[in-house]
């Protein structure tokens, strides 16, 4: 059983930065893949960035590259989500994520284990 719990999710101006920390607890394994997914209010979940369990690749999607950086600190069980440069349409409830794999994988019916979100805010 893994419990991941999101945090730093606020209101920020367009330009401006935010950082997502995903905490995770119980019967965790640094050998996950770490992802971020998003949904805005009346759009589907969407992929955002995932990272695999030694930090060595990632992905992201087209929307958010060169904005979004994800890194993971294994030894302290967390995954962070650097936003810079945030938009109106980052506006979503970010949701961090895990699976088991040990190859990027983009997917969300590949992720078991799913925070509870924090919501992002972006104004212009």
């Known amino acids: 059983q893994v419990q991941l719990v999101e945090s730093g999710g606020g209101l920020v101006q367009a330009g401006g930065s935010l950082r997502l920390s995903c905490a995770a607890s119980g019967r965790t394994s640094s050998r996950y893949v770490a992802g971020w997914f998003r949904q805005a209010p009346g759009k589907e979940r969407e992929f955002v960035a995932a990272?695999?369990?030694?930090?060595?690749?990632?992905y992201y999607t087209d929307s958010v590259k060169g904005r979004f950086t994800i890194s993971r600190d294994n030894a302290k069980n967390t995954v962070s989500l650097q936003m810079n440069n945030l938009k109106a349409e980052d506006t979503a409830i970010y949701y961090c994520a895990a699976s088991p794999r040990t190859t990027i994988v983009a997917a969300s019916i590949n992720y078991n284990y799913w925070g509870q979100g924090t919501q992002v805010t972006v104004s212009s």
């Open positions: 990272i695999n369990w030694n930090g060595g690749s990632s």
